[in-house]
């Protein structure tokens, strides 16, 4: 069965460090790939996606992640972290022929000055 | 930025009650969805559509239904409201592209 797995359930980082968040997927296919943002009281917002070609993929807000289908991850980073960042990340694999997406449990970032 | 919306935001209703929860989007997306998402837990899918009068209960079992009259609309109904329904639902819908853009989300709080 298809499945997302977020190691870590929340990651504290100083404002200016570097950030990776981890995510690992079983698929059978190869995988389309996404990675979500929700900050308190919004909904997702989509960072970045990976379908085909090269497997580092850049997204939004300085983001971007890479795909490495040896080790069935897609683990998003960023160099800098600002004060901004602190929200919920949710990797999800899209599956199925009608493309529904499963999501992983989500990862809290917390950013400290 | 996203044209999916969803009302109400925040609900609290008490036990067999009925409620509707409303979500429009002005993309004329085919295929959109509702989630249901508890705190530090994964969003499950509960319900999706591919299109009007197309409706299929997603991956985790709901007591909600849903219907698909008009392509913007996709409406989720609790016929009788029960506690264990306490959750923020998220409605969604997407491109040919498969990136979903997803409404604020309505909470739900049964008591």
């Known amino acids: 069965a298809q499945s997302v797995t977020q190691p870590d359930i929340h990651i504290t980082v100083s404002e200016g460090a570097s950030l990776e968040l981890r995510c690992n997927y079983s698929?059978?296919?190869?995988?389309?790939l996404f990675w979500y943002v929700q900050s308190p009281g919004q909904g997702l917002q989509l960072l970045l996606k990976?379908?085909?070609?090269?497997?580092l993929v850049q997204g939004i807000k300085g983001f971007e992640a890479e795909f490495k289908r040896s080790q069935s991850s897609f683990n998003l980073r960023k160099p800098s972290v600002h004060w901004s960042d602190a929200a919920e990340y949710f990797c999800a694999v899209g599956t199925g022929g009608g493309f529904k997406t499963i999501f992983g449990a989500g990862t809290r970032l917390f950013v400290k000055a | 930025e996203a044209d999916i919306y969803q009302t109400p935001r925040y609900l609290v209703i008490g036990t067999g009650k009925k409620i509707t929860l409303e979500c429009s989007q002005t993309?004329?997306?085919?295929?959109m969805y509702w989630y249901q998402q508890d705190p530090g837990m994964e969003l499950h899918l509960i319900h999706y559509s591919y299109g009007v009068n197309s409706t299929e209960k997603g991956d985790l079992s709901s007591e909600s239904t849903v219907s698909r009259i008009r392509t913007e609309h996709f409406p989720l109904t609790l016929e009788s409201a029960r506690p264990s329904h306490t959750s923020q639902y998220l409605c969604?819908?997407?491109?040919?592209?498969?990136?979903?853009?997803f409404g604020e989300g309505s909470r739900l709080t049964v008591l």
């Open positions: 969604a819908s997407s491109d040919s592209g498969g990136e979903l853009f």
């Open positions: 698929y059978g296919a190869t995988p389309y």
């Open positions: 993309m004329g997306h085919d295929k």
């Open positions: 990976y379908f085909s070609g090269d497997t």
